[in-house]
């Protein structure tokens, strides 16, 4: 840091949530100075600048790592970047924020995670999944405290139709060489999943489907092949019994379907993330809404929790790597078991 106490960030990738929340999130905290920006061109990295008071720009993200002039690196690229940036800079001594997914696949987030061990003194940081921040901690109290009682289901469906259309485009979410092994919102809903119910669980069986098989991939204008699925469905079950039921499709078209369950012996616990509203429904009674204490709403502080990280030494809780494996490790598994004979 500069001699004033000023930590000073680097951005390798200015995309949109790097643009929402990211930089206008670092800019609002005090003694912190965006130092340098790398996007995907010259002029995007200018652009970005620009808008946002940034000094330097720069031509490759290696530039980002290996300043002088940066303490910490945000990267908000998508998966494919993750952990050969986040890598290189923890080992240039570089704290580190990276946007989540926290890599392309398992194998990559446990190499990530080494790193990380291999220099503690450094803050290793996953933006989280934001849709149940303010819900987090009452559902982890109901589930932990026994008002939910011993879990029998977890059950997740989210459901859209941004895939039903066979002419639309290529996406970067349904492009192997950009998001790995990460399928529509697996991993992010079972981060959330993650923070309610301890323990992993283990997946007995996943099945999948590309219904449209290429699309026209934007950026060179020619057909590609589609190998992430469009829609997949999860079947597992916890070391205690607990069953997990997991769908995600982005073929449905109408109203969407958006939600987290969790069912008990003594109640359901239900997340309408589309709402933000969290019900508990005791056995054999009425479904009623959960008041949210306002200290419990946690809401977005990604960026303040990381600066208070690296000033005060607070150990990072949304996410940690350790975390981050954890739900690698089930899209892995989810992964592997749709490629199975």
Not at 17 to 41: C, M, Q, W, Y
Not at 199 to 213: C, H, L, N, S
């Amino acid at each position: 840091m500069k001699s004033n106490g000023t930590l000073r960030i680097g951005i390798i990738g200015a995309g949109a949530n790097t643009r929402l929340r990211h930089i206008p999130g670092f800019r609002a905290i005090d003694g912190v100075e965006l130092t340098k920006v790398v996007n995907r061109s010259r002029a995007s990295s200018e652009k970005v600048a620009r808008a946002f008071g940034i000094a330097a720009v720069g031509d490759h993200w290696r530039e980002v790592v290996d300043s002088a002039e940066v303490d910490a690196v945000m990267i908000g690229t998508w998966p494919c970047l993750h952990a050969e940036a986040g890598i290189a800079a923890l080992e240039a001594g570089k704290h580190l924020l990276t946007e989540a997914r926290m890599a392309m696949d398992l194998r990559e987030a446990e190499a990530m995670l080494a790193a990380a061990r291999r220099h503690p003194r450094l803050v290793a940081q996953i933006v989280p999944a934001p849709m149940s921040l303010d819900v987090d901690a009452a559902a982890h109290r109901l589930v932990t405290g026994g008002e939910v009682g011993e879990i029998r289901e977890v059950s997740v469906v989210h459901t859209g139709g941004q895939y039903a259309d066979p002419s639309a485009p290529l996406t970067w979410r349904q492009d192997r060489e950009a998001s790995g092994v990460n399928m529509l919102t697996l991993g992010i809903y079972h981060e959330m999943v993650l923070r309610w119910v301890s323990g992993d669980p283990e997946v007995v069986r996943a099945d999948g489907a590309v219904f449209t098989p290429h699309r026209r991939d934007p950026e060179t204008g020619r057909d590609k092949a589609v190998e992430i699925p469009e829609s997949v469905s999860v079947l597992g079950r916890y070391p205690d019994g607990a069953r997990l039921i997991y769908h995600f499709s982005a073929v449905e078209p109408g109203s969407p379907r958006n939600e987290i369950r969790v069912n008990g012996s003594r109640a359901g616990l239900r997340f309408d993330v589309a709402a933000n509203r969290l019900f508990l429904a005791p056995a054999g009674g009425e479904e009623e809404e959960v008041t949210l204490p306002a200290d419990e709403r946690r809401g977005w502080r990604v960026e303040e929790d990381f600066v208070a990280s690296i000033r005060e030494g607070r150990p990072v809780s949304l996410t940690d790597f350790e975390t981050g494996v954890r739900y690698m490790g089930f899209t892995q598994s989810v992964w592997d078991s749709l490629h199975r004979s």
